[in-house]
């Protein structure tokens, strides 16, 4: 690679959208031109994870995530290094977790509540985008989510979300909008936006 990757970055609350966004990114794009870089599998081993008094894991911490690790694969990729990585599986004993081979591209795209949370990984992206939904269209996102797709009860759901995931939001993500390039609502529908940052990575691959 003779060029310096473009790099975005996509950062946004729990249930945002961003998950459709980066299926709209990379389904728009040459799979052979698009390294997708999620913090999730950064996550710390559940081991190692600090709990609180109650015996929970605060998951919305930056903290819980290995952000440093995060910053050495980036920069290995960003060199035109491969990097293997273990799948997440937010910690359900019946998924298996696929390992994962990060080949370096032309277009580097990074994802994730904590991205933005250091500015030395931050310094590193050519443009930040942030996608924004009310919280309460995030917290029914969330519930049919979690309780859908990785067994969580409803209970522990909205406990977690009053405990953790609100306030850390508040704390540590809402913040880092201020920082972006790009805030992409997603309260109902966000198709427009979408095509106008795909046809921006369009037109950057075009041009490198």
């Known amino acids: 690679m ?3 990757p473009y790099m975005i970055g996509i950062c946004g609350g ?21 390294t997708l870089i999620s913090q999730d599998n950064y996550y710390l081993p559940l081991e190692e994870q600090v709990r609180n008094e ?17 910053i050495s694969d980036v920069h290995r990729i960003l060199d035109g290094e491969t990097v293997f990585r273990e799948e997440y599986v937010f910690n359900n004993p019946n998924v298996t977790p696929r390992t994962l081979e990060l080949k ?8 994730g509540l904590f991205i933005y ?22 917290l029914a996102r969330r519930l049919r989510r979690d309780h859908s797709e990785r067994g969580y009860t409803i209970e522990e759901i ?8 609100a306030p850390m939001y508040s704390r540590y993500v809402a913040p880092t909008r201020q920082l972006c390039d790009i805030i992409i609502p997603n309260n109902s529908h966000l198709y427009r936006p979408v095509q106008v940052l795909v046809n921006h ?8």
């Open 2 to 4: 003779n060029k310096k």
């Open 14 to 34: 729990s249930a945002s959208g961003k998950t459709f966004l980066l299926s709209q990114i990379m389904g728009q794009l040459p799979a052979d031109q698009v």
């Open 54 to 70: 109650d015996g929970l894991v605060n998951f919305d911490h930056p903290d819980s995530v290995d952000l440093d690790l995060l």
């Open 104 to 111: 370096p591209s032309r277009l580097v795209v990074l994802e």
């Open 117 to 138: 949370h250091k500015s030395e990984l931050a310094r590193l992206m050519d443009l930040k985008v942030f996608v924004e939904a009310d919280e309460h269209i995030r």
């Open 158 to 165: 909205l406990r977690d979300y009053e405990k953790f995931v």
């Open 201 to 208: 990575l369009k037109f950057t691959l075009g041009s490198k």
